[in-house]
């Protein structure tokens, strides 16, 4: 094992994992005292955009740094100091000025004396007492400052984290002019209400200030003294040229004049602190120091275990390595120090302190495995095929002997499906769904919004309507939805082997991240690997990699793995510089690149791609039956036309003007989330008027989903404002019902039987109308009732079926019906099966040939 010296001064993360087996990033780092939340997320930006001031233009008198101290202080230039870290400022103190003697209060920052000896000067210590808190009054110094002495003060203390009055301090510096005191206030900025001597600083008081703990960027090396003019010029005199680089100027610049990060760094470090601090004092053997930094001293007293060996016991066994404090003066081997973490973390630390005091059998090692291995596909946008991607790791998972779950924790989509319940999820999460070969269930995507009515969203949680919010109602509410989010996934993961999760949109959409809960924020509680999707056919996609890393915040950067190029055409070996210089700019590789897949006989993520889709159908009009489908702005389940477009005598068209309408051999009227403001858009574009037209002509079929069929109808009202704040309207009057829409959704799967036919068909109905109708029924359902209606001529029909023509043999027929009424012959057999099973093996080879499964099996601990 190793010496305690590296336990001690926490030692080198790389050294720690390599001792004890471990990888450098299954350790988490409880020795070292930085800002849990990361350096501020202008950071990054702040460098690229000053990137060729901060390498070609030195800065040797750190001008825009000084200025920004005396802003924040409200100091003179000539009182600014900085230095190469704090580090360098104490290290040049002691030789710089003409004190012989030194007093420093035990246990403290062991540079301090260091930096005395090594300049001849004698120290003298102060021994603070634990029976006290290591609490310092400054009175009780002022015995030993009978002549010209250096007088250290850490406040808060490192490394018991106890504070002492500033007041006092002020006051005990005035009455011994002829001492110089170095306050050391590495810490300050972590304490809440903390009075800073920087601010009314007597002029033999030297305040040392870092901004490396705060911001967490302990690399670029920049610390602060303010000091009498004198003081600060005998300092500087001892001091390299270019002590500080420009990088570290600019940043630390930026830092002192951010207090908002400060202020909320304090609010968030207090909350966390004092949870960690009840929940260790909890422990037997353990007294808590009730320190006020991002850190805790803790005393041991344990009949067979000191520090170091439980130190050793954290590393070795649970990955978790703490600070052993024995080489503290004042301090012996049975205190360690502990660094405020996150929540999660901070739990992970008192559960396997209490497993080894109390001699509980040995956990395993920590071994990076998530609480269930888990994998998630993020995207540089809508579209960027992350649903298609999921499902395909569905699938490969399944092959290979795994049980896996899809999750999405937030859908907006309005295109649903409900389940065998009668519950309501997003249609890409059934496609997952059956990839794993698993019945849907809303589990696998808790929280569906379906946007539409003027009112808002509808916001469904578990499959059922919450209520209709608008964006900042939604915001106040998402803590509930995520709170829903959270079981669903436990709940899975309590299930299934692997939890395959997609998000939604852009984890760099930077007006949402605050409050995101698909995302990151859903990655990093599920501890899930992310890979970043970009769509290279719409352009731009090494650029949307690059920008969507510059706007993370750190923690999110480090939960992505790489990226995922989708919809490539060509050869991949001609983006070879293009992979490199992304790496170079993200320092994370491309992992595969997936061709452009023609004809997945998939249903589409969203609607965008499935216009794109439709529009793209070559096939020849003279020998096919066209049908349109109008583009209504609020279609709902697009996916009803899905097996249509699939079919070799079929085109597919999309409908948005009048003169679209000709040569049809049938249009559809899909389903809609606001019907009455759908129906009024018909209206003024001019489709309504041609509509009725080629109802007059009788030589085209109408057909109304849903939506579609309650505008075909009489009227439709809306007496309760369920879509719209129109009481209702007037319709079409094509097909013999009227609708009442109604604050109860009907959510129900549906079997029947097509009495033109007599074939069978199935799926769901969605909807909050009510329909009366009097015209003759379109189905017969399994319990004897009549669905659906039908026009006089049976050219006009409508039904509340999604799904209809996902049956192949009635699809054929009423394919063949348009055929007859063209001239053409039926074909009289079915030209394509609807069958996902073999769509989803095709989707999940291609995409195994263009990944390495092997290692994403390896991130996730398979």
Wanted: net charge neutral; hydrophobic share 40%.
């Amino acid at each position: 094992m190793r010496s305690d010296h590296s336990m001690r001064h926490g030692g080198n993360i790389s050294v720690l994992a390599a001792q004890a087996g471990l990888r450098p990033d299954q350790i988490i780092d409880f020795s070292a005292s930085i800002n849990p939340l990361g350096f501020p997320e202008w950071l990054r930006p702040l460098i690229s955009s000053r990137l060729e001031d901060i390498v070609n233009y030195p800065h040797p008198r750190a001008e825009e740094l000084v200025n920004a101290a005396c802003v924040r202080y409200g100091s003179r230039p000539e009182e600014v100091l900085t230095g190469n870290g704090t580090a360098e400022l104490i290290s040049l103190l002691p030789g710089s000025l003409h004190y012989r003697q030194a007093l420093i209060p035990i246990p403290a920052y062991t540079d301090y004396e260091k930096s005395c000896l090594a300049a001849g000067v004698d120290v003298e210590h102060f021994k603070l007492n634990p029976d006290t808190g290591f609490q310092l009054d400054p009175d009780e110094l002022a015995p030993q400052l009978g002549k010209a002495k250096l007088v250290f003060i850490c406040r808060p203390n490192n490394p018991t984290g106890i504070d002492c009055s500033g007041h006092r301090l002020r006051l005990l510096a005035r009455r011994f002019p002829e001492c110089l005191f170095v306050v050391d206030e590495a810490f300050g900025d972590f304490v809440e209400d903390f009075d800073s001597l920087s601010f009314d600083r007597p002029d033999n008081v030297l305040v040392l200030l870092s901004l490396t703990k705060m911001f967490a960027f302990p690399g670029l090396r920049v610390g602060i003294a303010l000091a009498d003019p004198e003081v600060a010029r005998s300092i500087a005199s001892r001091q390299p040229d270019w002590s500080v680089n420009t990088l570290a100027q600019a940043a630390g610049a930026k830092a002192l004049l951010d207090e908002e990060f400060v202020l909320r760094t304090r609010k968030y470090i207090a909350r966390v602190r004092e949870e960690l601090k009840n929940s260790l004092a909890e422990l037997s053997g353990i007294k808590v120091y009730p320190g006020r930094a991002n850190f805790l001293l803790l005393r041991l007293n344990h009949p067979t275990l000191d520090a170091p060996g439980l130190a050793r016991e954290l590393l070795r066994r649970h990955g978790l390595a703490v600070r052993v404090c024995g080489n503290f003066q004042g301090l012996d081997n049975s205190y360690l120090r502990a660094a405020v973490r996150g929540p999660d973390e901070n739990s992970l630390l008192v559960r396997a302190m209490q497993r080894i005091l109390s001699g509980g059998d040995s956990f395993p090692v920590r071994s990076g495995q998530k609480r269930k291995p888990a994998i998630m596909f993020q995207g540089t946008g809508s579209n960027a095929g992350k649903s298609i991607l999921t499902a395909a790791m569905c699938r490969i998972l399944l092959q290979d002997g795994y049980q896996p779950a899809p999750f999405k924790a937030q859908n907006m989509s309005l295109n649903s499906y409900v389940t065998k319940e009668g519950e309501e999820m997003g249609r890409a999460q059934v496609v997952q769904a059956q990839a794993a070969r698993l019945e849907p269930d809303v589990r696998m995507n808790p929280v569906l919004l379906k946007p539409g009515s003027e009112t808002g969203c509808q916001v469904i949680i578990n499959g059922r309507p919450v209520a209709d919010m608008d964006a900042s109602k939604y915001v106040n509410y998402k803590s509930h939805a995520f709170a829903a989010a959270r079981k669903a996934f436990r709940s899975l993961a309590d299930e299934y082997d692997v939890l395959v999760l997609e998000g939604a949109g852009s984890p760099a959409e930077i007006n949402l991240k605050s409050h995101d809960i698909v995302n990151m924020a859903m990655a990093k509680y599920a501890e899930a690997p992310v890979l970043l999707v970009g769509d290279i056919d719409r352009g731009g996609v090494f650029a949307s990699f690059v920008g969507t890393m510059e706007v993370l915040a750190e923690w999110e950067r480090k939960l992505i793995r790489g990226f995922v190029i989708n919809k490539f055409r060509g050869d991949p070996s001609l983006l070879m510089s293009a992979f490199e210089l992304t790496r170079m700019h993200t320092n994370r590789q491309i992992f595969g690149v997936i061709p452009f897949m023609h004809d997945l006989e998939l249903p589409d993520e969203d609607s965008v791609s499935w216009k794109e889709g439709v529009t793209v159908k070559l096939n020849n009009e003279e020998e096919c039956v066209v049908i349109g489908v109008a583009d209504v702005p609020h279609i709902s389940n697009f996916t009803d036309f899905d097996a249509l477009s699939l079919e070799p005598d079929v085109r597919l068209k999309i409908v948005r003007t009048p003169d679209e309408l000709n040569k049809l051999d049938a249009l559809i009227l899909p389903g809609s989330k606001n019907v009455i403001k759908d129906f009024k858009w018909l209206q003024q574009n001019g489709l309504l008027s041609g509509i009725l037209q080629m109802a007059a002509a009788r030589k085209a079929e109408i057909i109304g989903i849903c939506g579609g069929m309650q505008m075909l109808g009489r009227m439709i009202a809306d007496p309760y404002a369920v879509e719209s704040k129109e009481q209702g309207t007037d319709c079409a009057g094509l097909l013999e019902l009227t609708t009442e829409l109604e604050r109860k959704k009907t959510l129900c799967r549906v079997s029947a039987t097509h009495l033109a036919s007599g074939l069978e068909v199935s799926g769901y109905e969605i909807h909050h109308g009510k329909s009366r109708i009097s015209g003759s029924p379109l189905l017969r359902l399994a319990d004897g009732k009549y669905e659906g209606v039908r026009s006089s001529n049976k050219l006009v029909w409508g039904t509340y079926l999604h799904g209809i023509f996902d049956a192949d043999e009635f699809r054929r027929w009423f394919i063949d019906q348009l055929r007859l009424k063209k001239g053409l012959r039926p074909v009289n057999k079915i030209l394509y099966a609807h069958n996902p099973e073999q769509a989803l093996d095709r989707l999940a080879d291609k995409v195994r040939e263009c990944l390495d499964i092997k290692r994403i099996y390896k991130w996730m601990g398979l």
